[in-house]
């Protein structure tokens, strides 16, 4: 029974979860404010749910000896390593959904705070003072909305943007001009959006690419009277020079949910009029918090119990329908990588994989990793589809896939190559309708090769007596043979054995036959067939 800790406050019912779908739960829900206890006790544990004050350092991963999944209730990761969870082969989940209505809805209200000075109108009326005339607003209506980021979020805002009558200009590298078309927005590029925009609201991650988009030079470019509204990431807008333009009156106004350091204590916007400031309350709602509450529980049995992958931030998603299908695909992309890898002693430069058929429609990222991850054991044994891809690319290994419609005898298949700075190696298989994998090809000789636990592989010129030499040398030394399995380029040709038996063989077996003379090439082969 897989067990999960909870070192942070989610709901009853997100723990009940957990409990009815038969994995064993750990509610300690002030556990993540001592990094010391956890540390010391999370290698219990295959899944960690947490929120934002569980902080899963490269310490903290160190001691993770058993930990699978990490779950985060809630679209911000900041307070995970990802880089060391992928290097551990821990997949990081998130739930990015759950608050896309209450964040929007949060910009939204900060835009009609910022527009009608209501917090600064607010704190004079409570004081007994009726200054009317000082809080003169802006409407909505008609004016412009620049978005930055026109993802989940940002598309919501867009919605209610049109709906409140504003025209809306949105960049986003990644928004298709049919896309902006259906959502009624104009797709423009930044500084067009900064020289038109009334009121500009921010929702994308921060990133190297969004870090202080909003840059000095940015914000001089934008139309004199403009309000910003940023609920989205601390460090999207550089805070010391929009303070400075504020006090020029170059901005109108400013609405922040979010800031560079937080918990933020001071900041160069605090005590500036009409700049409204909450502490980070983007996700702040009952609902919100128990739709992430009950998804990361939903995401993470998912994962433990079925190995569906949902919302991962280090590994691609596979569905639970696409991990019922995919399985067998699977564990055959890891044993060609294994194969390959068991068999490459020279540095690898690129690895190239191809799709034929009805697999080259499947998760093909997935897949990818299964790939790369079989290679990689060899050399790490306990590196997985998450921790794989990261080791090839520290390495500088070249990732290259291609796919293809049928075109041969098999519905799919899957063929790998490794290059090395001295040879190329291949291999391809595919599965049969039992949902066994099988090997079909290994260097670019056909084959029909079960695959076992235990196997030895061979090569060899096509000569007669090879058969009997290999039948009589296991026979004498008691190495049982499940199934035997041979392939030649031509005759009297390159020639290879592929034998699946009972047992690993014993290295004194192994030197038997090379001392024949027979073999080019002898080797043990081992696979997790489970």
Not at 190 to 204: C, K, Y
Not at 298 to 321: K, R
Request: net charge negative; hydrophobic share 45%; with cysteine.
């Amino acid at each position: 029974m897989p067990k999960v800790l909870i070192s942070d406050k989610l709901s009853a019912a997100a723990v009940q979860i957990f409990k009815d779908r038969g994995i064993d739960v750990d509610f300690q829900p002030d556990l993540g404010k001592d990094k010391d206890k956890l540390a010391e006790v999370i290698g219990q544990y295959d899944g960690l749910a947490i929120r934002s004050a569980t902080k899963v350092t490269e310490k903290i991963l160190a001691n993770a000896t058993n930990l699978k999944v990490i779950g985060r209730a809630g679209i911000g990761v900041d307070n995970v390593d990802r880089d060391a969870a992928s290097k551990k082969g821990v997949i990081v989940m998130n739930t990015p959904f759950g608050n896309m209505i209450t964040t929007a809805e949060h910009a939204i209200a900060m835009m009609f705070a910022v527009a009608r000075q209501i917090p600064e109108a607010s704190a004079s009326t409570h004081a007994g003072k009726w200054e009317k005339s000082k809080f003169m607003g802006v409407e909505l209506t008609g004016k412009t909305l620049g978005v930055i980021g026109a993802g989940n979020i940002g598309g919501i805002v867009c919605d209610r943007a049109r709906g409140l009558k504003m025209k809306v200009a949105a960049y986003d590298p990644f928004l298709s001009h049919e896309k902006a078309d259906k959502m009624g927005v104009a797709k423009v590029e930044l500084d067009e959006l900064l020289q038109r925009a009334d009121f500009i609201t921010l929702h994308v991650p921060l990133t190297d690419q969004t870090r202080n988009i909003l840059s000095r030079e940015n914000l001089e470019k934008t139309k004199k009277g403009v309000r910003i509204i940023n609920c989205a990431r601390g460090g999207l807008v550089d805070e010391e020079a929009l303070a400075d333009l504020l006090k020029s009156g170059h901005v109108a106004g400013a609405a922040f949910d979010v800031f560079a350091q937080e918990p933020a204590t001071e900041n160069p916007l605090f005590d500036l009029p009409n700049v409204v400031c909450t502490p980070h309350l983007g996700a702040a709602t009952s609902e919100a918090q128990e739709n992430v509450a009950l998804q990361v529980a939903e995401q993470m049995s998912d994962y433990l119990l079925t190995g569906a992958v949902t919302n991962a931030l280090n590994m691609p998603s596979v569905t639970a329908e696409e991990a019922k299908v995919m399985g067998p695909w699977i564990k055959l992309s890891e044993h060609l990588g294994s194969f390959i890898g068991q068999m490459t002693d020279e540095p690898i430069k690129a690895i190239n994989i191809l799709y034929d058929g009805i697999v080259s429609e499947m998760n093909l990222a997935a897949l990818n990793c299964a790939v790369i991850s079989g290679i990689m054991k060899r050399a790490n044994p306990d590196v997985n589809m998450v921790s794989a891809p990261v080791i090839a690319a520290e390495r500088g290994i070249q990732i290259s896939t291609t796919n293809q419609e049928q075109s041969g005898v098999f519905e799919g298949y899957v063929k790998v190559t490794v290059v090395t700075s001295k040879f190329e190696r291949s291999i391809a298989g595919t599965v049969f309708s039992d949902g066994k994998p099988r090997f079909i090809q290994i260097k670019g000789i056909n084959i029909d090769a079960e695959i076992g636990n235990h196997m030895l592989y061979t090569t060899n010129e096509d000569v007669p007596g090879i058969i009997g030499t290999l039948g009589q040398t296991m026979g004498e030394n008691n190495v049982n043979i499940a199934n035997f399995t041979l392939g030649r380029s031509a005759a009297k040709g390159e020639a290879i054995a592929l034998l699946y038996v009972d047992e690993a063989v014993p290295a004194a077996v192994l030197d038997k036959l090379k001392s024949t003379g027979m073999f080019q090439q002898v080797k043990t082969l081992e696979f997790d067939v489970a």
